[in-house]
Nanobody
Framework: QVQLVESGGGLVQGGGSLTLSCSASGDYAIIDTMGWYRQAPGKQRELVANIGRAFFTTYADSVKGRFTISRDDYKRTAYLRMNSLKLEDTAVYYC????????????WGQGTQVTVSS
């Protein structure tokens, strides 16, 4: 099993930056893909970015060029660096992970709130 805990959310002005962290515990060695989803009020949860064990990344079109996902397997942590934040980035951000037997996204964190103000 894998447990995920997010941190780093908060309130930021438009145009500002935040970095989210996702710390994994449990059987980290089995994790293949890690990533971030977000859910804004009244909207469906959407994929923001993910990163495979070979560091191949994908991004939602809405965040390309502004967000960067990374992972540090030694620290068992994934990161989401968010620059040039917009009002529409306001959401609860969830860390997710998957394995070969339990494809991404299978494991979820509890979420962290990101609020962008004008």
């Amino acid at each position: 099993q894998v447990q995920l805990v997010e941190s780093g959310g908060g309130l930021v002005q438009g145009g500002g930056s935040l970095t989210l962290s996702c710390s994994a515990s449990g059987d980290y060695a089995i994790i293949d893909t890690m990533g971030w989803y977000r859910q804004a009020p009244g909207k469906q949860r959407e994929l923001v970015a993910n990163i495979g064990r070979a560091f191949f990344t994908t991004y939602a079109d809405s965040v390309k060029g502004r967000f960067t996902i990374s992972r540090d397997d030694y620290k068992r942590t994934a990161y989401l660096r968010m620059n040039s934040l917009k009002l529409e980035d306001t959401a609860v951000y969830y860390c997710a992970a998957g394995t070969m037997l339990r494809p991404f996204p299978y494991f979820w964190g509890q979420g962290t709130q990101v609020t962008v103000s004008s």
